[in-house]
């Protein structure tokens, strides 16, 4: 037992000093910087971007998505069996039927899309000055006027989309809290130091692509330290959280409710993904087979860790 307790310790320090490690990283060192950024530098970090974008992308679909449908699926079958145990009526199988048969998982990531997307279009509503250059750009391409659904240009300024970067880093953090929770609940060394290198994994890429989205959207250095500070202090909360309760049964309606917040975080991540990290790595029209394989290749190494993850 006291073995188990130093292993998850351990993989408590080691996940916050990864976060830290990989998050500060574009933020402290000016190379990461593409406002300053010209020629061939400036193309090695749009690559980068790219790159990062399939970060994004595979986090959302083979990790996020994956283990809230998951999740969600296992808590309504606890819940039907549950009620199956509590009635003995004959016609409460075709209900138990009906009930699986309905994607639950698939309408909470939803709901948590069309939330963010709500409060967005709320935002937009009220202050139409935020707009400015963040919801439809008109740019002139060599003659040619080419219209950018949810593009920023090419220099964006701090005051542009600050509702996307706290969305993102508020999912997250919910996502990160999950995972901590994940690996502190773990019965024995083995599957304890297996999920957390499964974490440690995804988790420093995705970190140090929020590092990077952070600069490229102008955020002042000391908010952008704030920023990964607090992210950084997710998991080791959540893993905290389940060395406190290893002891204790989790009710069921506590793993619905996690389940629930695991969706939506999922739902905001693939919001902010697909209108705000993809559109704007790929809005350039140079090198467009390169920034394919970037993004390929992001997306395909957060699958290949989704085996152990």
């Given amino acids: 037992m006291e073995q188990l307790l130093g292993i998850k310790l351990g993989c408590l320090f080691a996940l916050l000093a990864l976060t830290l490690g990989c998050g500060l990283t574009p933020i ?81 990531i939803s709901l948590g899309f069309f939330f963010i997307f709500f409060l967005e279009s709320l935002a937009l509503q009220c202050c139409p000055g935020a707009a400015r250059g963040s919801t439809v750009q008109e740019e002139e391409w060599g003659g040619a006027h080419i219209f950018e659904l949810h593009s920023h240009g090419h220099l964006p300024s701090p005051s542009k989309s600050p509702l996307r970067a706290l969305v993102l880093l508020l999912s997250l953090s919910f996502h990160s809290v999950f995972e901590g929770l994940a690996v502190g609940l773990q019965p024995t060394v083995a599957a304890t130091v297996q999920l957390c290198l499964a974490v440690l994994a995804h988790k420093g890429l995705v970190v140090f692509g929020v590092g990077m989205r952070l600069v490229q959207l102008g955020t002042r250095s000391r908010w952008a330290v704030f920023s990964i500070l607090l992210l950084a202090l997710m998991s080791p909360l959540g893993l905290a959280v389940g060395l406190a309760v290893t002891e204790r049964d989790s009710e069921g309606g506590q793993g619905l409710a996690q389940a629930v917040l695991e969706g939506v975080a999922a739902g905001t991540f693939l919001y902010v993904t697909f209108l705000e990290i993809l559109p704007r790595e790929l809005a350039s029209p140079e090198a467009p087979l390169a920034k394919w394989s970037c993004v390929a290749a992001g997306f395909a190494f957060m699958a290949f860790i989704a085996l152990w993850a």
């Avoid at 190379?31 to 990062?52: E, K, N, P, T, Y």
């Avoid at 809230?68 to 009635?87: C, D, G, M, P, Y």
């Fill in 28 to 108: 402290c060192f000016k190379w990461f910087q593409i406002d300053a950024a010209r020629g061939h530098h400036r193309r090695v970090l749009r690559l980068l971007g790219c790159i990062s974008a399939g970060v994004f992308l595979g986090a959302g679909f083979m990790h996020m998505t994956a283990e809230a449908l998951e999740e969600i699926e296992s808590q309504i079958q606890k819940f039907v069996v549950q009620n199956r145990s509590t009635s003995e009526r004959n016609s409460s199988g075709d209900a138990d039927s009906a009930h699986m048969e309905y994607p639950y998982g698939e309408l909470i």
